[in-house]
Every structure is written in structure tokens, then in C-alpha cells.
């Protein structure tokens, strides 16, 4: 019997919610969306019957993840905006800050730059009061994506290659291995593509390899230091 089906026969709609939650998570994983979507629908459809906020916001945190994969930025923001008002309301920092990190990436893609700097650097914030050191590799991605936008010259481009090979090293020194799920992937081989098309390869390379030798302290106050005025959207 599987969890799902043990979870259903109990009748117990925690265990329920979670296990189809996490065959959700699962078929996202394997690449198979509409089964995913399936399953996610049903998780939350349950959890708002039972009014769990984080629950509720994990799921709508997990729905934002599948949209990012089908670049649909609008409904994975729409998504997020929900996720992040109930995980405030459910005192979650933690998870709160996991869903930031991730709203700021969706806005960076729709050119949103305020807001996702104010949610980068409160997700930071949130990350250092717990921490989580490994997880403000998310505010370093962010950054530079943000640097790319906010400047669009060279120095943007030299200033995203510190900070993405400083992220690059990082992960594999904190993780041994990516920490970061697909839709984050698709946003580091962007911004290095963005990165390279202003810069000489020599060029590139010094960035990235300067990035590479920093810590993650030295990459954050880095990341800091870029005082660029964003421009206020309309």
C-alpha cells in the first residue's frame, strides 16, 4: 500500500495532504507537469478545507516552481504573492524566506527590480537570523541577475561573473553537488549568457575565477556594495 493510499485509508488529512504533496513534488521532478499540477491541486484543495497557512503556503510555494518551469512567470508570481502573505501570517520565516528568494528570481524575469531587491535583501535578512548559511546562494543569483539589469554594461556583466562564480564555487563547497532546482538552473545559464555577451572571454573568465575564490561572507558584502540606482517601475 502506498503512503497515499495508507494516508487515505486512515483517513488522517495531515498525512494526506503531505503524501500527495510530495507526489506533486515528485512527478515535477520526473518531468511529467500535468501529473504534478494533478497532484498539487489536490493538496491544496485539502489543505484550504483544513485552513493550515503554512501548509497552504507550501503548496502554493510548490505550484510557483511548476509555473517557473513552463515559464509562466505571471502565475508562479501570483502563486508566491499568496505563498509569502500566508507564510507571514503563519510566523514561518524560514519558509517565508525560501519563497522571497524565489519571488525576487520571477520578478528579476519580468524586470521587476525593486521588488526583488526589497525581497532579496529581506530574504537575507531572514537567512542570517537562522543561520542558513547555504541558502543565501539565492540572494548571491539574485544579485547578479539584478546587476545585469539594473547596469546592462560591462561592469554589470564583470560584477554578475563575481558574483555567479562565486556562487558556483560555493554550492560545491556547501553541497558537494547543485542546491538548486531546475527553474534556478535556468536562471544562472541566462545570466552567464547575458554576463558573456558584454565581456571578452578573457574578460569573463577573470570575473568568474575572482568570484570563485571568495567566501560567502565576502560575496554577500560584495553583492552589497552595488549601490546602482534601480529605476522605479511605472
Known sequence: ?????LARYLAEPGAIIRATGGLGLLEMELGNYS???????EALSLARQHQDKKIIGD?????????RLRNDEWTAISFLEE??????????PWNLALALSDMALVQIRLGKQVQAKENLLESLSLYRN?????????????????????RGDKSGSIRAGKLLGAVDALQTKLYGDSSFNPSDLEDIAIYI?????????????????QGQS??????IDYALEDTVDIPIEL
Open 1 to 5: 500500500m502506498s503512503r497515499l493510499s
Open 35 to 41: 501529473l504534478a499540477e494533478t497532484f498539487l491541486e
Open 59 to 67: 503548496i502554493l510555494h510548490a505550484q510557483s516552481e511548476l509555473a
Open 83 to 92: 505563498a509569502v502573505s500566508l507564510l507571514r501570517q503563519a510566523n514561518d
Open 130 to 150: 537562522h543561520g542558513a548559511q547555504s541558502h543565501q546562494l539565492s540572494f548571491l543569483l539574485g544579485m547578479a541577475g539584478l546587476a545585469l539589469q539594473a
Open 193 to 209: 549568457a547575458q554576463a558573456q555577451a558584454h565581456l571578452s572571454e578573457q574578460e569573463w573568465e577573470s570575473s568568474y575565477h
Open 214 to 219: 571568495m567566501t560567502i561572507e565576502q560575496a
